[in-house]
């Protein structure tokens, strides 16, 4: 809808195999490229990235979870946790949609 991309991380395993994704733990779910939201002043041609690590309305980060998001936090690159609300929340927030 925004023009972005989005990459899942982790694999869905056929039923009876370990449902892990066998991922490093703590990296977060979706990587998320947003275009640049042209019509906020001032604009650029940057794209922003955001780690989305999904969880339920009550879900709570895991220790390399919350390892991962401060990382972020200092590399600047956002990081959301929760649901589809907490990532429209951030759209609109950061003008993408209004």
Known sequence: MVGGKCYVLGTRRPKGESQSTRQTPGVADLLV???PA????PWSDYWTLVCV???????RLSEPQEEFRDLCRLARVAHL??????????L???GWVR
């Open 81 to 90: 946790s929760g649901g589809l609300t907490a990532f429209s929340d951030y």
């Open 38 to 41: 042209r019509h906020l002043e």
């Open 33 to 35: 490229f947003l275009p």
């Open 53 to 59: 690590e999904c969880k339920a309305a009550k879900g």
């Open 92 to 94: 609109k927030a950061g």
